[in-house]
């Protein structure tokens, strides 16, 4: 009689991957190159050998590198946390303030047992993925004339699973929804403050002078909601071309030199996303904004059952919190019309 093998799936994340997306990829390699499985055994079908998965995870890494501008400078400001494929639902708390300290020369002194009240919020962890095929008869003709594994499929795939991933943190995804609940961007959280240039001092950019009054004022509007940075800022490539004019007051600055030099702006970028006249600053701090990650970009493969087609697909699973507190406010100010 042959037995089931079986695996606990909440215990064992590769397990769980390979379960849930019904695809797989190589635990490791042989001393010769080829696949091998969790346990050490060769993958007899696996047919990439070390430098054609090499290849195909190099390119698919760096366009992922390439456009997760954003959500990448969430995890460089240390930002983030994992989970695996079995959250689907990703829940945190906020709290309200406590009463002040007491002060006092004497601990017999009866101090405020205060408690704070708590509200709680959530977002959906979505699978972000796109799929690419490779003929076995074309790995063999490459292989034969000595080429590479064609990688451009692979690129373009990941280009499509990055550019969501970017998209769902700055403008959100509605299409998504779990429990009323769907994903909140930069640009359409409710509770960022907003308002044009104008309103935040400043003015539109093609008047040189309007650009650090923007800034200074869209600071001054989250300080007055007790966040103060560091900050994020990320433009339309027309506002931040127009930061790199001089001064003409023989300082030798650029617009874009005085405002990096403010002790609260961490880095000003262009961004894709941002249409043309507008202008986020985001803190970069996890009561504002971090990144729960379920699977790392990576590629998987499975078979067709007439075995004459290897299929890949890039996934990968995580979702943007970006959060309000307590009282409704967000460390994020969105500015239009600069």
Same mark, same amino acid.
């Given at each position: 009689?042959?037995?089931?093998?079986?695996?606990?799936?909440?215990?064992?994340?590769?397990?769980?991957?390979?379960?849930?997306?019904?695809?797989?990829?190589?635990?490791?390699?042989?001393?010769?190159?080829?696949?091998?499985?969790?346990? /050490?055994?060769? +993958?007899?079908?696996?047919?990439?050998?070390?430098?054609?998965?090499? #290849?195909?995870? &190099? !390119? $698919?890494? @760096?366009?992922?590198?390439?456009?997760?501008?954003?959500?990448?400078?969430?995890?460089?400001?240390?930002?983030?946390?994992?989970?695996?494929?079995?959250?689907?639902?990703?829940?945190?708390?906020?709290?309200?303030?406590?009463?002040?300290?007491?002060?006092?020369?004497?601990?017999?002194?009866?101090?405020?047992?205060?408690?704070?009240?708590?509200?709680?919020? /959530?977002?959906? +962890?979505?699978?972000?993925?796109?799929?690419?095929?490779?003929?076995? #008869?074309?790995? &063999? !003709? $490459?292989? @034969?004339?000595?080429?590479?594994?064609?990688?451009?499929?692979?690129?373009?795939?990941?280009?499509?699973?990055?550019?969501?991933?970017?998209?769902?943190?700055?403008?959100?995804?509605?299409?998504?929804?779990?429990?009323?609940?769907?994903?909140?961007?930069?640009?359409?959280?409710?509770?960022?403050?907003?308002?044009?240039?104008?309103?935040?001092?400043?003015?539109?950019?093609?008047?040189?002078?309007?650009?650090?009054?923007?800034?200074?004022?869209?600071?001054?509007?989250?300080?007055?909601?007790?966040?103060?940075?560091?900050?994020?800022?990320?433009?339309?490539?027309?506002?931040?071309?127009?930061?790199?004019?001089?001064?003409?007051?023989?300082?030798?600055?650029?617009?874009?030199?005085?405002?990096?030099?403010?002790?609260?702006?961490?880095?000003?970028?262009?961004?894709?996303?941002?249409?043309?006249?507008?202008?986020?600053?985001?803190?970069?701090?996890?009561?504002?904004?971090?990144?729960?990650?379920?699977?790392?970009?990576?590629?998987?493969?499975?078979?067709?059952?007439?075995?004459?087609?290897?299929?890949?697909?890039?996934?990968?699973?995580?979702?943007?919190?970006?959060?309000?507190?307590?009282?409704?406010?967000?460390?994020?100010?969105?500015?239009?019309?600069?």
């Amino acid at each position: 009689m042959l037995h089931p093998i079986t695996v606990n799936i909440l215990q064992d994340p590769a397990a769980l991957e390979d379960f849930i997306t019904n695809s797989w990829r190589p635990h490791g390699f042989s001393p010769d190159g080829r696949a091998v499985d969790a346990n /050490g055994q060769i +993958i007899g079908n696996a047919w990439l050998n070390r430098e054609e998965w090499e #290849r195909l995870d &190099a !390119v $698919v890494m @760096a366009m992922g590198k390439q456009r997760l501008g954003a959500w990448q400078d969430v995890i460089n400001a240390g930002l983030r946390s994992n989970t695996t494929l079995a959250e689907e639902f990703s829940k945190w708390r906020v709290a309200s303030e406590r009463t002040e300290a007491t002060v006092s020369m004497d601990f017999r002194t009866r101090v405020d047992y205060d408690r704070t009240d708590r509200k709680t919020y /959530g977002v959906p +962890i979505p699978i972000f993925s796109a799929a690419f095929s490779m003929g076995r #008869r074309e790995l &063999a !003709v $490459v292989r @034969a004339t000595g080429g590479d594994v064609e990688t451009f499929e692979a690129e373009q795939a990941a280009e499509a699973v990055a550019e969501k991933v970017e998209a769902t943190l700055v403008n959100g995804n509605t299409d998504v929804v779990i429990g009323g609940s769907s994903i909140a961007g930069y640009t359409t959280l409710s509770a960022r403050d907003t308002g044009t240039a104008a309103a935040y001092g400043g003015g539109d950019f093609g008047t040189i002078t309007n650009i650090y009054p923007t800034f200074t004022g869209m600071m001054a509007a989250l300080a007055a909601k007790r966040f103060y940075g560091p900050f994020g800022c990320y433009l339309a490539s027309t506002q931040y071309n127009q930061m790199l004019d001089f001064y003409s007051d023989g300082s030798g600055q650029k617009a874009l030199d005085r405002v990096v030099g403010l002790n609260e702006i961490q880095f000003v970028k262009p961004h894709d996303l941002m249409t043309d006249g507008e202008l986020l600053m985001v803190q970069l701090t996890r009561d504002v904004v971090d990144v729960r990650i379920g699977l790392s970009l990576e590629t998987r493969r499975w078979e067709t059952p007439s075995g004459s087609e290897m299929h890949f697909l890039v996934v990968f699973c995580g979702t943007p919190r970006v959060k309000q507190n307590y009282e409704g406010n967000a460390g994020i100010a969105h500015a239009t019309a600069c």
